[in-house]
């Protein structure tokens, strides 16, 4: 396994050193090649992504990724430049976000519902593409345009790669979320495409939601989810609110999937690079060692997979939630975890 590794910055490299441990524990041997991109390099290069990097990281079968970000560097500079730029050039049109309550853990809601779900959200199109400008800028009767880009060709590969995977979990139900009531032209293609492809999964069962009735439903009944297939914006919201409810930052992770194998898919925790508390040794690995779970999951590494996932679950179980936990030990638990489960 040749892996690409972007650990970044802030609690970034801190977190991709345990997810590291245990990879290594799970799966020995993977070769692993370090990219210094992030704010540290824009400071001292001005280089956000160069072309030789891009080259290079599209010779390697996954890329894991820790964070980017500092407040040091201007919004938008990094997300643009780095981490949007990636998903377009690698084509990464699944944006993988399982969400699950884990034994132990306590989530903000009362009572404890079963949450078990995964959020299949765009990734290459919407309102993230970057079409719209500026007109009259800095006028009282400046114009700003962000359209969102809807091809019947990317809805329906991500809605594909969402039946996929509703119909290899138990409850086979999936839900397409939108607002196709104002949004109408992309929202009918949305449900169209989604009642084409359901034709092919009939054990698939599908219902729709609105994105506002979505949130209310995320927070009041969260166990009816089970595969969630949504737009750009409508997914990157929707995944907050799911790891929100589901533990918090510390444990989401992500994949960032091109579906058709020609470019190295993408892992990272969802989180950011937390400059409030880089540098304590406090940050939460988890969602590194899950973002690791996923990457073996996506090449086939399915046992390895599992064993991860199963060591987060004891750990959390098991954890102490009322004392800070600290990076390094937490990832060594997890490390001799797996491999007590092997
Ligand atoms: P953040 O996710 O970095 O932090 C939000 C809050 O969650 C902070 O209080 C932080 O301490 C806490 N937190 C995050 N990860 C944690 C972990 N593993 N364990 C324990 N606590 C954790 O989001 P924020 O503060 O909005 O952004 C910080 C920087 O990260 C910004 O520069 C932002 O642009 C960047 N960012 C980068 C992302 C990426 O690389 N994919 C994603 C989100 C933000
Ligand atoms: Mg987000």
Known sequence: MRLAVIPGD???????????????????????????LGAARWHSTGELLPESVLTELQQHDAILLGAVGDPSVPSGILERGLLLRLRFELDHHVNLRPARLYPGVR???????????????????????????????????????????????????????????????????????????VLTFSGRLW???????????????????????????????PGRFDVIVTDNLFGDILTDLAA??????????????????????????VHGSAPDIAGQGIADPTAAVLSVALLLDHLGNVEEARRIEAAVAFDLATRDHSATGHTRSIGDRLAALVSSHA
Not at 14 to 23: D, G, M, R, S
Not at 144 to 173: I, L, Q, Y
Not at 253 to 263: E, F, H, I, T
Request: aromatic fraction near 4%.
């Open 107 to 181: 989530g903000p809601l009362s009572g404890n519902a079963e949450i078990d779900m995964v959020v299949v959200r765009e990734g290459t199109e919407g309102p993230y593409v970057g079409t719209g400008g500026l007109l009259r800028k800095d006028t009282p009767h400046e114009i700003a345009t962000e359209v969102s880009v809807n091809t019947a060709f990317g809805v329906e590969r991500v809605v594909r790669d969402a039946f996929f995977r509703a119909e290899r979990r138990p409850r086979k139900h999936l839900t397409l979320v939108h607002k196709t009531n």
């Open 10 to 36: 802030g609690i970034g490299p801190e977190v991709i050193e345990e997810a590291l441990k245990v990879l290594e524990e799970v799966a020995p041997g993977a070769e692993t090649t370090t990219y210094d």
């Open 244 to 269: 929100a409810i589901t533990g918090g930052i510390g444990l989401a992770a992500s994949g960032n999937l091109d579906g058709s194998r020609k470019n190295p898919s993408m892992f990272e925790p």
């Open 191 to 221: 449900s169209r495409l989604v009642e084409e492809v359901s034709l092919e999964h009939p054990d698939v069962s599908v219902s729709y939601l609105h994105i506002d009735a979505a949130t209310i439903h995320m927070v009041t009944d």
